[in-house]
């Protein structure tokens, strides 16, 4: 007993240490050029151009015959989701994608938005604009940066854009009406993908300042989870000066002490500063993270080793892509949800928007490059980058969604942003907040502004 209140203690001293060495430093703003060949002399066009996304009879043709030829193979009884995607249900949702999606129609949907397209660092980089119908009379729309990940797309935000452009309309308090840029990952979607190895988050988080300067906004929010919490964190320690603050629903702290202390037991909890639902969400330890961690991060490995591998058989097959993305909507939805033979899927979410997710993966070809990521952002180890080790000086705020992959404490997530002014409980939801539940997350980020414009 004395000797784990030794330890304890020396561990809290550890972290006080760690944590109080409130060194503000940035990264540097260089460079780069990741489009095919070598960079031109010539000055690279800054042109901003409309875009349409478009589909084609022979595209729907093609699919379908696919999808026809697909080979099925029957799950282990009572397997559920244990096993990954259950076939069962597999057959469910590819018969609706045959003979009931209508890709036409969600592609309107999708058009619905304005889309455009400027060539950054050599690459076309795809984004939607959305301003504001109407803003109360005086007022400007606050620009807003919305970063998706992986296995998503900027479809993810198209539900949460309302309550965030026009507030009022949707039951909530326009005193701070948005102006949303929802951009694709350099290699998701319709944003053209990397020539070249080594295009990481801080490569991303670089194009996407120079996206946010090339529309005329000095100063701005920004908002991700998954990558984009990465990317967005990158942003603001490239650029701390140009971000008005950074709000996030998934935060990574590779190099927090904090992140250790779990493993001193229930117990010590609350002496370090855990309270009642940090407890809940992190304990028993062993289920709640270890297990948990490991039945969910295979996927992890493979694509940050050899994604092209897998990457050729996805590609070439639009059930086996749909079943690799949508077993992630699942589980990291919701992790008991593999204890159901349809994974829950449609508990939170429609098969139209599911499929449209998917689609936009397959029609731009797009998931080995999207793979790719990994290999370039975690394939020479954790902890290898400079940017991993600092922290972030900027006004931000976190969301933890319940259900979430891992729970961050507040304590770690000050830990790595030592400005943090908002952390809030969410009532429920996982991995995919903006997706799953836009009402929730819009109204968090808009008690997490009215709070940053008081800084």
């Known amino acids: 007993m004395w000797l784990e209140l030794l330890l304890a203690s020396v561990l809290g001293f550890v972290i006080y240490w760690f944590v109080s060495k409130d060194k503000e430093e940035t990264l540097p703003l260089e460079d780069g050029w990741w489009g095919p060949g070598t960079k031109s ?4 066009d800054e042109s901003i151009h409309p875009f349409k996304v478009e589909t084609s009879d022979e595209e729907i043709k093609d699919l379908h015959q696919r999808i026809d030829g697909f080979r099925i193979t029957p799950p282990l009884e009572g397997s559920c989701f244990h096993y990954g995607f259950n076939s069962n249900y597999l057959k469910k949702v590819v018969s609706y994608w045959r003979n009931e999606f209508d890709w036409k129609k969600q592609v309107e949907i999708l058009n619905k938005y304005p889309h455009f397209k400027t060539k950054i660092e050599g690459l076309d980089i795809h984004f939607i604009h959305v301003k504001p119908p109407q803003l109360p009379s005086g007022r400007t729309p ?54 070249k190895k080594g295009f990481n988050t801080v490569a991303t988080a670089r194009i996407f300042y120079k996206l946010m300067s090339r529309l005329g906004f000095q100063k701005f929010y ?42 001193l037991g229930r117990r010590f909890g609350e002496l370090l500063g855990y309270n009642e639902r940090d407890m809940k969400l992190l304990y028993p330890f062993k289920e709640k993270i270890f297990y948990n961690i490991m039945r969910e991060s295979g996927y992890l490995h493979i694509q940050a080793t050899k994604p092209d591998t897998i990457g050729c058989a996805l590609n070439d097959s639009p059930v086996g892509l749909a079943a690799y993305i949508l077993e992630k909507f699942s589980t990291w939805t919701n992790s008991e949800y593999r204890n159901l033979e349809d994974g829950g899927l449609e508990r939170k979410f429609t098969l139209d928007d599911l ?6 993966y397959w029609t731009t070809r797009t998931i080995i490059s999207s793979q790719r990521f990994y290999k370039e952002n975690m394939g020479q180890g954790i902890m290898v980058h400079r940017h991993e080790g600092m922290k972030v000086f900027v006004p931000t705020g976190y969301a933890a969604f319940p259900c979430e992959l891992l729970h961050a404490p507040e304590k770690w997530v000050k830990g790595k942003y030592p400005k943090l002014i908002s952390y809030s409980y969410m009532e429920r939801g996982g991995h995919f907040a903006a997706f799953e539940e836009p009402k929730l997350l819009a109204q968090d980020i808009h008690k997490f502004v009215s709070l940053a414009e008081l800084q």
Request: charged residues 10%; negative net charge.
């Open 222 to 263: 920004i908002q991700g989870g998954d990558w984009g919490s990465l990317i967005c964190t990158n942003i603001a320690q490239l650029v701390p000066n140009h971000v008005k603050g950074l709000h996030l629903n998934v935060a990574f702290i590779p190099n927090s002490l904090y992140t250790l202390t779990p493993l």
């Open 142 to 195: 606050k620009p807003l940066l919305m970063v998706h990940g992986w296995p998503g797309s900027f479809f993810e935000f198209y539900k949460i854009i309302p309550l965030l452009t026009d507030p009022k309309t949707h039951g909530l308090s326009d005193e701070h009406v948005f102006e949303v840029i929802c951009p694709s990952i350099p290699g998701y979607g319709f944003s053209e993908a990397s020539s």
């Open 355 to 360: 499929l449209t997710n998917i689609m936009i």
């Open 41 to 44: 002399s010539a000055r690279e």
